[in-house]
Nanobody, 123 residues
Framework: QVQLVESGGGSVQAGGSLRLSCAAS????????AGWFRQASGKERECVAR????????YYERPAKGRFTISRDNDKNTVYLQMSSLKPEDTAVYYC????????????????WGQGTQVTVSS
């Protein structure tokens, strides 16, 4: 199993920045992809960015392109999401998740999830 703990959420004004962290522990050999998802109130959970754990390949969904950067530190077993130029529509609970076999946006194919961290962007 893999355990994930997110941190770094908070409240920020529009145009500001936040960096989310996701510390992984457990069976690290199970991780193929690490992804950041978010779920706004009343909306479905959506993937915003993902990274191949070993190769470092990244992919950004449309809301994140040009504003968010996903990275990982394998020595620290930590994945980051640097968010800049934040907008009120970025307000959501952000989740870190990992998949043992999949590199894509479908949340159902991610095996382990963190508890989530709230990001609130005010206008």
């Amino acid at each position: 199993q893999v355990q994930l703990v997110e941190s770094g959420g908070g409240s920020v004004q529009a145009g500001g920045s936040l960096r989310l962290s996701c510390a992984a522990s457990g069976r690290m050999s199970e991780i193929y992809t690490a992804g950041w998802f978010r779920q706004a109130s009343g909306k479905e959970r959506e993937c915003v960015a993902r990274i191949n754990w070993n190769g470092g390949n990244t992919y950004y969904e449309r809301p994140a392109k040009g504003r968010f950067t996903i990275s990982r530190d394998n020595d620290k077993n930590t994945v980051y999401l640097q968010m800049s130029s934040l907008k009120p529509e970025d307000t959501a609970v952000y989740y870190c998740a990992v998949s043992s076999y999949y590199f894509g946006p479908q949340s159902s194919k991610y095996d382990y999830w963190g508890q989530g961290t709230q990001v609130t962007v005010s206008s």
